[in-house]
């Protein structure tokens, strides 16, 4: 039997569960979830392997054991731009709708339609990309009678290939969504390892699990002005040493990261070393650095030097087989 392959963008309105769905698709935290819209500035890559079945034996060789591989990208909330950041988000949300091969669109199972979900729906025809509707939520009807004149009254706006409800928070409906996304892909090549994940996007989710406390503990504009990146990761059996730095704009605002004493500094890395520690699954040495870059977000040097995509490209390059 074949293997389908290929990559699958998750798209919706802020606080519709994307980062939800992708941890729980892919088991693990990829990307920070936060009731506070907006959080998830970059594209992340989770990678599923989808089995045949459940029984499966493990002993058989993987050609025989998957029916595919799924590549998700987790977009930036969609929402109308307002600074060179926010017009990258939204570049980079075109981008990825034209370049993958299939589109969830995820959508609060709850919320009434607006002008921002028609915005969202014109991104998805305009792509000519095949899409699947996710109905989010569900877990918050009480009655799932309730989901047929919604299923009806979505039919009617686009043609989607599938409309699935799901649960992204309570894994409700997500084999049948596994199923139909690997029958929906073309056939193709495993493009990673079974087991691996690579550690460029380990790497890049460190980063993401610092930026999530620099969130946590710091307010107004600092949130707004900070970006992280790791500048070492080295993976040992029984340790994994970062290196990173976080970027602000001001010098007040590297003020208020290190706090008195350093203490800010301190706490943030504690948290987030914890917080790498888990997913990593060894201890964790973590050194982070803060350093001023004023007006990076409007640096589009300093924000394609972010780019996961450029990361991947590293990858590639380091993988190619020699010819
Ligand atoms: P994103 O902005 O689209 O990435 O949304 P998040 O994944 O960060 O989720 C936004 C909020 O909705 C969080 O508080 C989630 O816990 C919540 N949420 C996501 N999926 C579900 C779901 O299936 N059911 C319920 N009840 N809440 C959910
Ligand atoms: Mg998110």
């Keep these: 039997?074949?293997?389908?392959?290929?990559?699958?963008?998750?798209?919706?309105?802020?606080?519709?569960?994307?980062?939800?769905?992708?941890?729980?698709?892919?088991?693990e935290?990829?990307?920070?979830?936060?009731?506070?819209?907006?959080?998830?500035?970059?594209?992340?890559?989770?990678?599923?392997?989808?089995?045949?079945?459940?029984?499966?034996?493990?002993?058989?060789?993987?050609?025989?054991?998957?029916?595919?591989?799924?590549?998700?990208?987790?977009?930036?909330?969609?929402?109308?731009?307002?600074?060179?950041?926010?017009r990258k988000m939204m570049a980079e949300v075109r981008e990825a709708l034209e370049g993958c091969d299939l589109i969830l669109l995820i959508v609060d199972a709850y919320h009434k339609w607006g002008p921002d979900d028609t915005y969202i729906l014109d991104l998805v025809k305009k792509s000519a990309t095949p899409a699947f509707l996710l109905l989010n939520k569900i877990d918050l009807l009480a009655d799932k009678r309730g989901l047929l004149p919604l299923?009806?009254?979505?039919?009617?706006?686009?043609?989607?290939?599938?409309?699935?409800?799901?649960?992204?928070?309570?894994?409700?409906?997500?084999?049948?969504?596994?199923?139909?996304?690997?029958?929906?892909?073309?056939?193709?090549?495993?493009?990673?390892?079974?087991?691996?994940?690579?550690?460029?996007?380990?790497?890049?989710?460190?980063?993401?699990?610092?930026?999530?406390?620099?969130?946590?503990?710091?307010?107004?504009?600092?949130?707004?002005?900070?970006?992280v990146r790791v500048d070492e990761f080295e993976e040992d059996p029984k340790l994994v040493r970062v290196a990173a730095t976080i970027y602000c704009e001001r010098d007040g605002q590297k003020a208020i990261l290190l706090g008195k004493g350093g203490q800010m500094l301190k706490k943030i890395g504690t948290a987030a070393r914890l917080d790498i520690e888990r997913m990593v699954g060894t201890k964790v040495f973590l050194q982070l650095f803060v350093k001023t870059q004023p007006g990076w977000r409007d640096s589009r040097q300093f924000l394609e030097e972010l780019d996961w995509r450029r990361q991947l490209e590293q990858i590639a390059g380091s993988r190619k087989p020699e010819s």
């Design 151 to 227: 299923i009806a009254q979505f039919q009617v706006v686009h043609n989607f290939e599938e409309i699935i409800p799901i649960s992204a928070l309570k894994r409700e409906g997500l084999d049948d969504l596994l199923r139909c996304v690997v029958k929906a892909l073309p056939k193709g090549p495993r493009y990673f390892p079974e087991d691996q994940v690579t550690d460029q996007p380990v790497r890049f989710m460190a980063a993401e699990l610092i930026r999530e406390q620099v969130l946590l503990e710091t307010r107004e504009e600092v949130p707004h002005a900070v970006t």
């Design 29 to 86: 935290k990829l990307a920070i979830i936060s009731p506070k819209p907006q959080t998830t500035r970059n594209r992340i890559l989770g990678i599923i392997n989808v089995p045949k079945n459940k029984d499966s034996q493990q002993k058989a060789p993987q050609e025989e054991r998957y029916a595919g591989q799924i590549i998700l990208i987790d977009t930036p909330g969609v929402h109308r731009p307002d600074s060179s950041l926010g």
């Design 1 to 27: 039997m074949s293997f389908h392959s290929g990559f699958v963008c998750i798209l919706g309105r802020p606080n519709a569960g994307k980062s939800t769905l992708l941890n729980a698709l892919v088991g």
